[in-house]
């Protein structure tokens, strides 16, 4: 069986794939690994149009929800990482 495709993942498509590919995330296990915070930031610093809609889609992917059922306090606490890691680049 071959290994799952990020496109393949709940949330995900073709498009997504593509700007996580340019944003050097080719895997799932590498999506696994950063989580979506961190992934998220690669694309948006790749240069890629990376929207808020794409942070949650990414959660969602990797916990398996449909990105506009995560909870409240999820997205939250999402925004609140995005918010720390620009506020302390590396």
């Not at 696994?32 to 890629?48: C, F, N, T």
């Not at 997205?75 to 680049?89: G, H, I, K, T, Y």
Request: hydrophobic share 45%; net charge negative; glycine share 6%.
């Amino acid at each position: 069986m071959s290994e799952q495709r990020i496109r393949d993942l709940l949330n995900l498509g073709e498009k997504s794939e593509r700007m996580l590919a340019a944003a050097g995330i080719e895997t799932v296990a590498q999506l696994k690994k950063l989580g979506a915070v961190q992934a998220y930031l690669q694309v948006r610093d790749s240069g890629e149009p990376a929207s808020l809609n794409l942070l949650y889609a990414l959660e969602g992917a990797l916990s398996d929800t449909h990105w506009n059922r995560l909870p409240t306090d999820v997205r939250e606490s999402l925004l609140m990482a995005v918010d720390a890691a620009n506020a302390n680049p590396r």
